[in-house]
């Protein structure tokens, strides 16, 4: 048996004209719509990092299933395993600011180091190879203060910059659905723009 609000839609077109339980009835709507396929919406955009390996031996696909096995394996927080499958997402949608993008993604639902450690991962990723393009490799020293410095150091020795092996055996996407559906089932740690619960 479905509810009222099964068929129900809103009279107006202009936001303006709503009413407070027009506002109540549409928050309910997008946090079930929302909540129910944030983890499906979230593999979706992972699984758009195959493709091309872009001269890497693997694909950014793979090297995302790798990082995540490889924190699993090595007993990292669910929230520091999450962070691995997901850390590059925003190369799919956000190539100039992929560090921040999946960051903003991740923030609502882990810890503050987690979070920290991918809206920085890209810099500290650079210690490997910023220094080839004339960059410099050390730029990452700006943030030495940070108590978060030495848990993104890891994050990129141990699960960033090693992660491009063709012969690693790596769990499939699928296998990390059970912790993405822990973390992504969290209340939200940030206030929302809008009310969403």
Known sequence: MGSQ?????????????????????????????????????????????????????????????????????????????????????????????????????????????THWVVAHHGLFQGYYYFHHLGGDRNARERYRESPHYDACLDFCENYDQNCFDPNYPNLAAEDFRPLLEEVFSRPSQVPATAPLR
């Open 5 to 113: 609000d099964d068929d129900r839609i809103v009279s107006w077109t202009a936001m303006e004209h709503g009413t407070a339980d027009d506002y109540e009835f549409l928050d309910r709507q997008h946090y079930a719509h929302a909540r129910t396929g944030l983890v499906d919406n979230l593999l979706d955009i992972l699984r758009c990092l195959r493709g091309p390996t872009l001269g890497y031996q693997i694909d950014r696909y793979d090297h995302s299933l790798q990082s995540a096995t490889r924190a699993l394996r090595n007993g990292e927080s669910t929230d520091l395993v999450a962070a691995a499958l997901l850390h590059d997402i925003g190369d799919a949608f956000a190539p100039e600011n992929h560090s921040a993008a999946a960051a903003a993604v991740l923030q609502p639902y882990v810890d503050e180091r």
